[in-house]
T-cell receptor, first 110, second 114 residues
Framework: RKEVEQDPGPFNVPEGATVAFNCTYS??????FFWYRQDCRKEPKLLMS???SGNEDGRFTAQLNRASQYISLLIRDSKLSDSATYLC???????????FGAGTTVTVRA | DAMVIQNPRYQVTQFGKPVTLSCSQT?????MYWYQQKSSQAPKLLFH???????NEADTPDNFQSRRPNTSFCFLDIRSPGLGDAAMYLC?????????????FGPGTRLTVL
């Protein structure tokens, strides 16, 4: 089983729509959780850290469910510029190294 | 601005011809990582340096080596590139002392093997 699993998508949504997707992680001892954004042929960039109580940054909301071992990302009022691949990232248990999901692709259309 | 820099951005080499990729950082982070990423796949950790200590991943081929001469610089050497080594190579840094250990990535070097 992969350490981090994501639905690859693509999620095709119109501008202004809300889109949400999850990722699951295998190690219950993981402590740090992140969402990174990666544009085509570019490097991953940190979008947001995910806190245990859930957190919001503008149009983006992240939630953590430790009992079911999944993390979610919700994007409200989608913009064309939100089109990207979103990587779910989890630290390896008792380790500072990170495990990356293969990403969920979101395409926002006009 | 503090950042992670990689050179070159694009590298073309011939099958079997050694190549060196470089990474530098102005973040003063103590950990530097090298990842390999192929199309539609997750970044795969090759190895990392925690300060001067080198840490290899168990499945990283011997063909890949690394050097960290000082805090700011780290190099990836591919001794005999094969066609399967064509990929994006990403350097990242982190400050392990930070509460969430975020990693910050350089722009990557896209390697083509002919």
């Amino acid at each position: 089983r992969k350490e981090v699993e994501q639905d690859p998508g693509p999620f095709n949504v119109p501008e202004g729509a809300t889109v949400a997707f999850n990722c699951t992680y295998s190690n219950s001892a993981s402590q740090s959780f992140f969402w990174y954004r990666q544009d085509c042929r570019k490097e991953p960039k940190l979008l947001m850290s995910v806190y245990s109580s859930g957190n919001e940054d503008g149009r983006f909301t992240a939630q953590l469910n430790r009992a079911s071992q999944y993390i979610s990302l919700l994007i409200r009022d989608s913009k064309l510029s939100d089109s990207a691949t979103y990587l779910c990232v989890v630290n390896r248990a008792n380790d500072y190294k990170l495990s990356f999901g293969a990403g969920t692709t979101v395409t926002v259309r006009a | 601005d503090a950042m992670v820099i990689q050179n070159p951005r694009y590298q073309v080499t011939q099958f079997g011809k050694p190549v060196t990729l470089s990474c530098s950082q102005t973040l003063n982070h103590n950990v530097m990582y090298w990842y390999q990423q192929k199309s539609s796949q997750a970044p795969k950790l090759l190895f990392h340096y925690y300060d001067k200590d080198f840490n290899n991943e168990a499945d990283t081929p011997d063909n890949f080596q690394s050097r960290r001469p000082n805090t700011s610089f780290c190099f990836l050497d591919i001794r005999s590139p094969g066609l399967g080594d064509a990929a994006m190579y990403l350097c990242a840094t982190s400050n392990v002392a930070g509460p969430y250990n975020e990693q910050f990535f350089g722009p990557g070097t896209r390697l083509t093997v002919l």
